[in-house]
């Protein structure tokens, strides 16, 4: 594919968001676990969840999300704060790929301590935030969420961006709470985060598709490879940068670019 000027490549992408920000991505695509709720606090702790578990097969994803929320009874917050010890013995033998029963039952716990302490997870990200981007807060996120005695393990299910790591999926997770619904996919549901804020979930697709047209020259899809990415993307467009992992991400997936 031949260079294209930056107005050429804006152009490229902004169609290509357009094209994949429709109702119809949500059916192949994790998001559509949070479309079943309606409840702000069931939104968020089943996008959560469901971010958490989102790598491998898309399949398998999808699959073990709705088994996810069937055993949280199709209502997450009501599970989170009012659960039983035979509730979370229920739990037992849930896994995928790494992620674990043992795993599942600390993130019941330390979102029961996160719902009390803040109320509800926006108001974490709202109090934590820094201008620019959500980085700090996402460090800070997981420093709280693992304040209580936890198998040491179980961190390795949320990424830290002072580590040099993209983190991914909770990227995808506040994309999804914090761009807004006009499209019929994301949520929407946060008002006092800035989708300006937002960095690009980061992964083998969309890094690929950004390296092809020119948007990311270091190889690894890592902390330091995000930040080029979202400098690139805040040039096309500052409002909005993340619309863009539409694009990239359709490409990729749909498109084999």
Known sequence: MKKLTK?????????????????????????QIPHLFTQKK????????????????????????????????????????????TDIHNLEGFVHRTFNSSDLTYFITALHHLYNTFGDMESFFEQYKKENNLQSAIHDFKKV?????????TEKHISDPYKNSAAKRIHMFLRWMVRDNSAGVDMGIWNSLSPSQLS????????????????LKR??????????????????DVIDPVKYDYALFGLGVFEKF
Request: glycine letters at 6%; a positive charge; aromatic letters at 8%.
């Open 200 to 215: 690009c979930p980061l992964d083998v697709h969309s890094g690929n598709v950004a390296r092809k047209l020119g948007l």
């Open 145 to 153: 969420f693992f304040s209580l005695p936890h198998p040491l393990r």
């Open 7 to 31: 107005t050429e490549l804006k152009e490229f992408l902004d169609e290509k968001a357009s094209f994949y920000e429709q109702p119809k991505f949500i059916e192949t695509d994790p998001i």
């Open 42 to 85: 069931d939104i968020e702790i089943s996008g959560f969840l469901t971010a958490t578990i989102s790598w491998g097969n898309r399949k398998s994803i999808l699959k073990n999300a709705h088994k996810l929320m069937s055993l949280l009874g199709n209502s997450p917050y009501d599970f989170i704060m009012n659960h039983s010890k």
């Open 219 to 236: 190889k690894q899809n890592d902390g330091k490879a995000l930040l080029e990415l979202d400098t690139k993307l805040r040039k096309l």
